[in-house]
């Protein structure tokens, strides 16, 4: 527990020390340990179900305990998958020459620390400390190197995610008030029935993580941000970091939302995500630059993960957990996918000096390595079999299905299909013979395989979705020994 | 059509602040008194500070502070990233203000005083690390104002050690209570008020730094990063 | 109604004031002191309402702590953000590049 902890934190100021090169060395080897600490993690809470953490020794609601169960277990593996392969990538794909690029590494570092904290975190206000150190890494990552046009993203980027942070903050705010607690869990045990002053807290930290997670239509900010930053960077925020608030969002929609909650607002949330898919999937389609396309493609995603909160407010039990499987899946392999996509995206660009989607013509005969990863990373994105993504949008379609909300699998449907379009829209500029130029450069094989190691993963997912999910149903116990949580 | 937006929008607020006042008017009559003060009274004397505020933040919240103070590190670093080396020491900015000359001589010295009472006094009533790091900031920029030489504000190996020197120390604190076999972040009971101390000396420090650093990093220089992709 | 539940009811009226300021003004800085304003509100209301019975309590005084850093290292970084955004390109606020992806809150 402490190693998952300390080793991000203590490689960031180590990393800050540090130039490029040797700081890339030192994070390599900081990576190993953490991919090792967080399969340990994994293994003992397979063995033994989820336990709760008091950090400092001092038990909630007076400290801050870290939740462990099967799910926060999952993402922090899931983690330590996407920022390694996103790490190893930025080792070779940034200029080592650049003075600033020595500040990716203790910033990439920070970032992974503030993911693990929002993942493990009970605590309502340890959450919006843990979301801030994201943010604000995500916008130093994102404004590295300080041309206009990154610092314009970044700062619409940094006024988004502040706006949501504060957001967030006056609902907690509004909740310390009335429970005197910010123990998620002490907070879920008081709450007897529904009153109209908590709705107004969890509609304000609804909203205010809506935003951060790019919900359309508060999705403005996204598009440039993801779509300017070096190509790790937009993996790293496009698979991982807007998955941090929309997993805050939907654990306090499991916990409260029964109490607090009401169809009108889980219908109208659900709405506002089919939407997301089918104008950020069209929005993809015509997007003149490489990038452009997939952080709409992103937008799109993240509106099917929206879904969860219909799909499980006032359902049966077992269909309400389909859903979250479904759910967890869908933010698995988008996460893998996105990234694969991302990366090679950025090899693409690599070799093609731009970052039209025109300018890609001819580059199948120099690269189709990484137009085959990008292509394996569209199937999933698509949802066909036998991808993570068609696994998840199968567990969605049953769960809308048996719950009676039938109109939701219109937008499923619709979503793989608008996918395909700007998957094949790509596909089709690249295949193009235009023949006046052969001026392309090769970027090493390392930098081609993680793309493809990615894809693979996302698309093997469906086929390992039931051990993968079984970790989710793991017993939590209440009251675990902290001594034999040190790993 | 910019009307009908100012109009929507103050409506819009209006409402907010409605609902608001709405929901804190009924959190305020349902209130229950919870037991965390109580709590927090019986466990103080185990904490090592006297002052419930300073044993809060750096003992049973200290994760809080430990994640809040890494903020602070990834702001100045961002902000040092877009600086450059020979801007710092920017004549131009220099004040040539004679009266400001005098005064310096006099304020520095004091604040420097009044940021090592801060720093004293957190221990037993308001005051810590993060007052007393601000002072100290507010110091180096007096004199970074009257053109006192700097040279530590460089960016080089000094400075980034003395934006991460806090973090690393309080985050030392926190893994040798692991390693002893405590949970993350605990301190051994007997040795709390000194470990506090330690960190609160090395949190001042690296607040001050941070703090100036991003003052001084706010000039900016021509040099930057040509897009991705755009090579031809 | 106790002083406490006076300044949380203030510091609602600065929210208030501030989200109208953060969305109609165009000026960064601007939006930035917006920003400030509604934070120091969402301050207010943490510590007015949780003092408003039982007295001081330490607690939420420390998580305004602790918010107050987090406040000023974003806006300090915003500061920096903002100033060499105007040194390379002469604009102090987002509107002189329109695009049409649809926009949102935070543009």
Sequence with gaps: MAGLLFTPLAWASLSLLLDFRKGRCVSWLGMVIQVLVSLALWYAVMERGGFSYALGGWEAPLGIALRVDGLAVTFVLLTAAVATACGLHAGFYLDACKPWQRYFWPLFWFLWAGLNGVWLGADLFNLYVSLELISLAAVGLVALGGEAAALRAALRYLFAALLGSLAYLLGVALLYGRFGTLSLALIDEQLASCEPALIVALLLMLAGLALKTALFPLHGWLPPAHGIARSPVSALLSGLVVKASFYIAARLWLELGDRLGSPWLAQSIGALGAAAVVWGSWLAFRQPHLKQVVAYSSVAQIGYLFLLFPLTFAVAEPVSLLAQQGITLQVISHALAKAAMFLAAGNLILSIRSKRVDALAGVSHFLPFSLFSFGLAGVSLMGLPPSGGFAAKWLLLQASLASGQWWWVGVLLLGGVLAAAYVFRIYRASFLEVGDSDDFYHPPQSLEAIPMILALLALGLGLVAEPVLSVLSLPFEVTADVNEAQL | MRRVRLFVTLLACAGLIVALAAAVLDVAGAAVSSELPEQLRASLERSGVEHPVTAVLLNFRSYDTLLEIGVLVIAGMAGISLASTNSLEDPALRSADSLLYALQRWFVPVMLLLAAYLLWAGAYRPGGAFQAGAVLAATGVLMRLGGLPMAFIRPGILLRLGLVIGFAVFLLVAVVGALMGEAFLAYPATMAGLLILTIEVALTLSIGMILLALFVAAPVTDEHEPEEGAGS | ?107
């Design chain 3, 1 to 107: 109604m106790s002083s406490a539940l006076l300044y949380a009811l203030a510091g609602v009226a600065l929210c208030g004031i501030g989200l109208a300021g953060f969305l109609l003004l165009n000026h960064l800085l601007r939006r930035l002191l917006a920003f400030n304003l509604i934070g120091s509100g969402v301050f207010l209301v943490l510590v007015g309402l949780a003092q408003h019975r039982g007295g001081p309590d330490p607690v939420p005084q420390a998580l305004v702590l602790t918010g107050i850093v987090v406040a000023i290292a974003a806006t300090a970084l915003a500061v920096v953000l903002i100033r060499r955004y105007f040194h390379l390109t002469g604009r102090t606020s987002f509107k002189a590049e329109s695009e049409g992806d649809g926009g949102g809150a935070g543009s």
